[in-house]
């Protein structure tokens, strides 16, 4: 909707803005430019006395006053503070706490105009990088915007009065801060959740030593919520029982973290699991709290059904799916496959992946521990050729892996990736192994923040 602010008017002072030096304090001016184009950090892009600035709260076509945040040689880094001529994409940032806390960045723009932006920054780094468009562009996958984000961590800060404790900060970091912004809310978390971080706050504040405490990680199965506690000095008995009678009250789960490994303390019966459902495969998926997981349910499913779509997997295939944390693509692909080997590096992720495999009686699938940046050609499980390959890589991508994949010479690859940039470099390596880039799109895992989820089909020839 357009914006209320004030409409564009002339400045009445006929001084040029004077942009900081380089090296020294932020300008204290204010002044006046027109939005360009987004970045591919979907910042917006204006140029003042030939000099390019990225505007944080800004978008292509908007007039805006902005602060300057820091200058560096070729570019400086301002935020818009007014909105004098407004873009039809805009809206009101749903979230009261949006113009600090940094979890999320472009709720001030329209959930379709945000994807719809993800999607040319993913066709521009395929085109600079690999000089490469995809034949069919996937229509993206999107889910509802809000709700949606299953796992967090929470920073947790008391701050000092007269050498006393003072006033507790519970959220995230602020924008370009290590300062926490002190949340009430998260509209990005599922309900349940966000609805009880009053609670949860006064909870820490009511604590004997809650200083003690450094940051709570959220995780929201489908069948309730866990909090991991961090703490740097163990906690009392009566902090413990209040944290205890918290999680009750609720039927959530209680997890203490004080070395590397969280423990579960409440229920102390079952087992340390959340899961989540792939109801189109008939699937239920466990994990830990501190697991990596896809933080958007929704758009995890439709995810999964896509790559298994594009793979077109048939019954006689063998599929080898790399980086397969714990079966989140594996089990589906091992539904239609004749046999599919999953290989990740983080051997407590392949536990979880044999455990899952075992809970929904899959058996024509095998998991891997193996280091990727390795050739793995050779390697016992690789023997044989794979009709079919799936990767999700993290985001630096999968250049070593690539170059090995391409030896097994199979029919169909599907690349999931969360950068672009990367993605789009080994487009290129791809391509030149004989290659073509069939289809590709992107998904809207993390509406309202500047992360950019694709998927992308490469066929033989």
């Avoid at 009709?387 to 391409?406: H, M």
Wanted: aromatic share 6%.
């Amino acid at each position: 909707m357009p914006s209320k602010r004030p409409p564009f008017r002339t400045a009445t002072s006929s001084r040029k803005p004077v942009p900081p030096k380089r090296g020294g304090k932020p300008s204290t001016s204010t002044p006046t430019v027109t939005i360009d184009a987004l970045s591919h950090e979907v910042r917006g892009i204006a140029r003042l006395q030939g000099k390019t600035l990225f505007v944080d709260n800004a978008l292509p076509g908007e007039t805006v006053k902005v602060r300057y945040l820091a200058n560096r040689a070729k570019f400086d880094d301002a935020v818009a503070t007014e909105i004098l001529e407004s873009a039809p994409e805009r809206q009101e940032p749903p979230c009261p706490h949006f113009e600090l806390c940094g979890g999320c960045a472009l709720q001030h723009m329209q959930p379709d105009a945000q994807i719809a932006a993800k999607e040319k920054i993913l066709l521009d780094q395929l085109q600079r990088f690999a000089n490469a468009s995809p034949e069919e562009v996937l229509p993206p996958l999107t889910a509802d915007s809000f709700g949606y984000r299953r796992k967090a961590r929470i920073g947790v800060r008391f701050g000092r009065e007269k050498g006393r404790r003072g006033q507790l900060l519970f959220g995230f970091r602020e924008k370009r801060s290590n300062d926490l912004t002190d949340i009430q809310q998260c509209p990005v978390m599922p309900a349940e959740f966000s609805a009880q971080i009053p609670q949860l706050r006064q909870l820490l504040e009511d604590c004997d030593q809650g200083r003690h405490i450094s940051h709570i990680e959220v995780a929201i199965g489908e069948d309730t919520v866990a909090l991991v506690v961090r703490h740097l000095q163990p906690l009392p008995e009566q902090d413990l029982a209040r944290l205890i009678q918290f999680v009750r009250e609720r039927n959530w789960h209680l997890y203490l973290q004080a070395e590397d490994t969280a423990e579960k303390i409440y229920p102390a019966d079952g087992p340390a699991r959340l899961q989540y459902q792939l109801p189109e495969f008939d699937l239920t998926l466990q994990f830990h709290p501190q697991d990596f997981v896809q933080v958007n349910f929704d758009i995890n499913r439709q995810m999964v059904h896509r790559a298994v779509e594009l793979l077109e997997v048939q019954p006689e295939d063998r599929v080898l799916d790399l980086f397969c944390g714990l079966g989140n693509f594996t089990l589906p692909l091992a539904k239609r496959a004749k046999e599919v080997i999953g290989v990740e590096g983080a051997t407590e992720l392949t536990a979880r992946a044999r455990e899952n495999a075992e809970l929904n009686q899959i058996e024509n699938v095998r998991f891997q521990g193996a280091d990727l940046t390795a050739d793995f050609s050779n390697s016992p499980w690789a023997r044989g050729g794979f009709d079919k390959v799936l990767l999700d890589p993290p985001r630096t991508g999968a250049l070593e892996v690539v170059r090995n994949i391409a030896r097994f010479n199979p029919q169909r690859i599907v690349y999931v990736s969360c950068n672009p940039a990367t993605l789009a470099r080994d487009t290129a390596e791809l391509i030149q192994r004989g290659y073509r880039l069939s289809k590709a799109g992107v998904m809207d895992m993390f509406p309202h923040t500047t992360h950019v989820e694709s998927i992308a089909l490469f066929e033989r020839g």
